[in-house]
């Protein structure tokens, strides 16, 4: 029955099938490669810049030669382009990599899956979200080959800097067209999550990760078009000459700056974090609901707190619209809002400690199998834990007077982003691989894969802490120019090299990937063993998902019920 | 004193009178994250350890027991509500709500452009004389008005910022382009200079002493060069300072 | 049909919302974002603004309270256009579709011919801060403007085709109700940039 609808598709050429596919698994498939792209090219990016702030004013070895003249006179980074591939680091890891690859990804592929829907709610728009997504991207990496150059004014565009640097209007133009493809993407999720369920998926039936694309969804629907207001004032203020963000009188270099006047450029941050505060949980829900997928099969019981991991996720998600001028305490925002801002910071960390708590508590009593995906996820709980604990210092006002803006902030952000973030969703490849190709990972190699990138990471970003507390600033092009930064600029270095070593180390990810899916071992429907519903269909699925519409009976971790022959008890499976 | 070791791998040296608030704050935050991270490491590998897989040994099937999950969640949340009554919310009103009054202080201006800090005195009359950004060139770079009678004894002086130890500064901080952050570690000050706004700043020295002011806001390609000097004297070095300046504009009469 | 059959009938679905119709709202609570952003920072940027021009005496009111009249007017036969889609009379369906697409024409031209004025005079959007937020904002609500005519002009266009294609009732609903948003938001414009 539910392939009624998929059946007129009974022919496809390629174009159709491959290209231009309804299918949310293409699809998810689609944004999957795309997004580690993105997320490479976001990484090497970062490595030609590392290399300035291990050993600034050095020639580039290698790679400076192939660079042109006005980018990179003899070979050492100049510092315009030095802040091009800082803004365009941050923004294409976050808005053409991560995002994408937690909801456009994963969210695609596995949440009609869980719900046991045989597709989106609306594929062709599922498919138009990935083309606009695309060309928003591809626009974001043209803009280096463009007269102007890249965006040069960091990922939060704070005018009026970003207003009078070259480079921003092909920046927000791709953010314009990454905001369309989030939205629509979004209003799918909803749409699919709450209205195409399997008969008996009760929401309190749902899967964790389902609950966290629920939330994440909501997020990017409402704190996204404020983010998309904000740019086209952006836009207007570059383009037709107004002055939204433009106080009067400007004076650039000596010269007036020609505007009406009249505008606040502390109005763009307010706008700016309203939307990336909620981002923030977007980057890490979708990985929180991953890890809980993962946790749940590979200690073969109950997750533990369901409905408190449910309940904070939520909470979380209604909460984060209400703290974003934490990160404008130093502003000159008046200071009275801070406190404000401060206690609403704070009482978000109690969601965030609920979810952590209840992922660590899963494991008690549990018959834990350290498989490839469950190391990923298991790192991801003290790592998470860092980057979640420094966030405190930060967080609150009086301390962030001294540390905002410093290397802490880098280290902190990283901490949860990449070594939460990320490390979750690589484990997430690993978990669904099989599902997507019909076949496994290999396991040594994947082995090798997390510890080379735990520790790296760990190289990487601690470091920065110390930095911080000494003082160091961010998105300096020479650390070396102020005297402060001195004692700490052998962290630099080894910073750097860990970054490169990360970089070796994601190696055997992408020869493991490739090799796998078509050299893989073959694998079956369920390779895990685990209860959710996407395992209840065959390995790729074929279009349409389910052989049968399946019925669900219980809740989604079952896991050593007693009396019961397997330790792993699905969804779908009556009694 | 050497300025290099005011600096190493940690906090730098406090040398104004809240950075012990700032600094309080900073330890003993860091002290608690590393007990929560040491307490929480221990159990987690702990669990790691004696749950691992073993052969027939089964997984506990068990729902529920949730309710002591809280206890974690209210003790964060009791350590925070603490720190933020106790200190984050007073240390804050003293630093950033209570400026000193302007009759026992030192009251200066202070202009950011790209790539240099402009520091502006108000000369012996003690008035600050009228600023107008039509009158900026090279040779008057805060673009004072040579027919305000105020303006004429008026010291700007560029990337140095004298002043006198044991007495609080208070100034107005302002930019002429873009956002740039006035930022000294050894005072714990850090403070946006926002185009359009004027950002009332203040801290008292304790030490004198050489000491570096930093941008904390990327504002261009000039960035990392934006720094100046902290000079803080005795008070009758300072004295002996001021007197010395020429007025920033050509006197005429 | 029981709940079995929920994803071959778009129309079944477990909230028993047809899934466009939960789209579309969920869509119009984006807007609703976009254009509150909107709103707020007119109302930011006024209150820090020295001098901020009375509406009425630099923009045409008249020409205003005419594009209200032609909005409020054109969601009437929208309302029409929906009504008469539902009791299948196919003839009034074209008419008072085509009026409510005829009627999102007049209020661009009107519109067209106050941003004319204002161009013959050599005011753009950079001239002051007011013109900034009155040409930004009424120019993004010409757009939604645009982008209903568009949507409407397709589905007359489809509606030969489609007449009876089980979703297509709905569907009239849904442009519906996108346009009676954007005539809201110009509700919500017309006072706050003209009468304020």
């Given amino acids: 029955m539910a392939h009624k609808k998929h059946d007129a598709h009974g022919s496809q050429d390629f174009i159709s099938k491959y290209v231009f596919s309804v299918d949310h698994k293409v699809i998810g498939l689609q944004y999957l490669i795309t997004s580690l792209l993105f997320l490479l090219f976001g990484f090497i990016l970062l490595m030609i810049l590392r290399w300035q702030l291990a050993y600034p004013g050095q020639p580039i070895p290698l790679i400076g030669r192939l660079l042109s003249d006005n980018l990179a006179p003899g070979g050492v980074l100049s510092p315009t382009f030095y802040n091009a591939l800082g803004a365009m680091h941050g923004t294409i890891m976050i808005f053409l990599g991560v995002v994408p690859l937690g909801v456009g990804a994963f969210g695609n592929y596995i949440l009609p899956l869980q719900i046991g829907a045989p597709d989106m709610a609306f594929p062709r728009l599922n498919m138009m979200s990935y083309w606009v997504y695309l060309p928003g991207g591809m626009l974001m990496l043209l803009s280096f080959f463009l007269p102007g150059g890249a965006a040069q004014s960091g990922w939060t565009s704070y005018p009026p800097l970003s207003v009078i640097n070259p480079g921003q209007t092909v920046w927000l133009l791709a953010m314009l067209l990454i905001i369309t493809s989030s939205l629509l993407g979004s209003i799918n999720f909803l749409v699919t999550a709450l209205n195409m369920r399997a008969p008996g998926m009760s929401l309190w039936r749902m899967p964790v990760f389902v609950w966290a694309q629920l939330v994440t969804a909501v997020l990017l629907l409402l704190a996204f078009p404020p983010l998309q207001a904000a740019a086209i004032l952006q836009f207007m203020d570059r383009v037709a000459g107004t002055s939204f963000y433009l106080p009067a009188n400007l004076v650039v270099f000596g010269e007036t700056v020609r505007a009406a006047g009249g505008g606040l450029p502390l109005l763009w941050q307010h706008l700016f974090w309203f939307l990336a505060h909620p981002e923030v949980y977007v980057l890490i829900l979708p990985a929180m609901g991953i890890v809980a997928e993962i946790i749940a099969a590979n200690t073969r019981k109950p997750i533990f707190g369901y409905k408190e991991i449910v309940g904070a996720m939520i909470f979380l998600g209604g909460m984060s619209f209400v703290v974003w001028a934490h990160h404008m305490f130093v502003s000159g925002m008046s200071p009275k809002l801070s406190n404000f801002f401060l206690i609403t910071t704070m009482i978000i960390s109690v969601p965030s400690v609920a979810l952590l708590t209840c992922l660590i508590f899963s494991l008690r009593g549990g018959s834990i199998r350290f498989t490839t995906p469950m190391l990923f996820a298991l790192a991801f709980l003290p790592l998470f834990g860092i980057g979640g604990l420094t966030g405190l210092p930060l967080g609150l006002s009086t301390t962030d007077i001294y540390l905002h803006d410093t290397y802490y902030v880098i280290g902190h952000f990283h901490y949860v982003v990449v070594t939460g973030s990320i490390i979750a969703l690589m484990g997430g490849v690993y978990h669904w691989f099989p ?112 052989e049968k519409t399946p019925h669900v009976y219980r809740g989604p971790y079952e896991y050593s019920v007693p009396g019961h022959k397997n330790d792993w008890t699905p969804q779908h499976v009556e009694a | 004193m050497e300025q290099a070791s005011n600096y190493g791998w940690s906090l730098p040296v406090a040398a104004s009178t809240f950075a012990k608030d700032i600094d309080f704050g900073i330890n003993i935050i860091h002290v608690a994250m590393f007990a929560i991270f040491i307490l929480w490491g221990i159990y987690f590998t702990y669990m790691l350890v004696k749950y691992r897989h073993k052969e027939g040994v089964p997984a506990r099937y068990k729902h529920g027991g949730v309710l002591w999950s809280f206890v974690p969640d209210i003790v964060v949340l009791v350590f925070e509500l603490t720190l933020i009554f106790l200190y984050a919310i007073p240390s804050w009103s003293r630093i950033k709500m ?114 570096e002011i930093g941008c904390a806001q990327l504002c261009g390609f000039g960035h990392a060069l934006m720094r100046g000097d902290v000079f803080v004297h005795s008070p009758e070095e300072f004295e002996a300072w001021l007197s010395e300046q020429k007025p920033a504009l050509p006197q005429t009469s | 049909m029981s709940a079995t059959a929920h994803a071959s009938d778009p129309l079944d679905t477990v909230t028993g919302i047809p899934n466009g119709k939960l789209g579309l709202w969920l869509f119009l609570a984006s807007e609703v974002m976009l254009f509150s952003t909107l709103f707020t920072t007119y109302l930011v940027l006024r209150m820090a603004s020295v001098e901020w021009p009375r509406g009425w005496e630099v923009l045409n009111v008249p020409l205003a309270m005419l594009n209200t009249f032609v909005l409020i007017t054109s969601s009437v036969t929208m309302v ?96 519906g109700l996108y346009w009676h948003f954007v005539d809201v938001v110009w509700i919500f414009l017309f006072p706050a940039l003209y009468l304020l």
Avoid at chain 1, 456 to 476: E, K
Avoid at chain 1, 511 to 539: D, H, I, Q, R, V
Avoid at chain 2, 112 to 137: C, M, T
Avoid at chain 2, 164 to 179: A, E, H, Y
Wanted: aromatic share 16%.
């Fill in chain 2, 98 to 211: 209570s400026v000193p009054p302007a009759g026992k202080s030192l009251v200066l201006e202070v202009v950011a452009e790209q790539f240099a800090w402009s520091i502006h005195y108000p000369g012996p009359d003690g008035k600050f004389g009228r600023k107008d950004p039509k009158l900026v060139n090279a040779s008057n770079v805060l673009g004072l008005d040579p027919h305000d009678p105020a303006a004429k004894d008026d010291i700007v002086t560029v990337n140095e910022l004298h002043i006198p130890v044991g007495k609080p500064t208070v100034f107005n901080l302002t930019s002429k382009d873009v956002i740039h952050s006035f930022f000294v570690p050894e005072f714990r000050i850090k403070q946006d200079a926002m185009p359009g706004m004027r950002v009332p700043v203040w801290f008292e020295p304790t030490m004198a002493g050489k000491f």
């Fill in chain 1, 435 to 546: 599902k997507w190709f019909g076949r496994r990972m290999d396991d040594f190699w994947g082995k090798v894969h997390f510890w080379g990138s735990v520790i790296c990471m760990n190289g990487v970003f601690f470091p920065m802490f110390i930095q911080g507390l000494s003082g160091v600033q961010r998105r300096l092009y020479d650390p070396t120019a102020q005297l402060h930064n001195l004692p700490t600029q052998p962290l630099n270095i080894v910073s750097s090299v860990f970054a490169w070593l990360l970089f070796v180390a994601q190696i055997p990810f992408i020869w493991n990937f490739f090799y796998s899916m078509f050299k893989g071992k073959k694998t079956e429907e369920n390779p895990w063993k685990a209860t959710t519903l996407e395992w209840a269909c065959p390995s790729p699925p074929p279009h349409g998902n389910f």
């Fill in chain 3, 80 to 175: 029409l256009a929906f009504a008469k889609a539902a009791t299948r009379d196919k003839k009034a369906f074209n008419k008072y579709l085509g009026l409510t697409i005829a009627l999102g024409f007049v209020f661009l031209i009107v519109k067209g011919f106050e941003y004319g004025a204002k161009f013959s005079h050599h005011i753009a959007p950079s001239t002051s801060i007011f013109y900034a937020v009155y040409f930004t904002m009424t120019g993004l609500h010409g757009l939604h403007v645009i982008g209903g005519i568009v949507l409407n002009a397709l589905l007359l266009y489809w509606s030969s085709k489609d007449w009876d294609h089980p979703l297509f009732v709905g569907r009239i609903e849904y442009a």
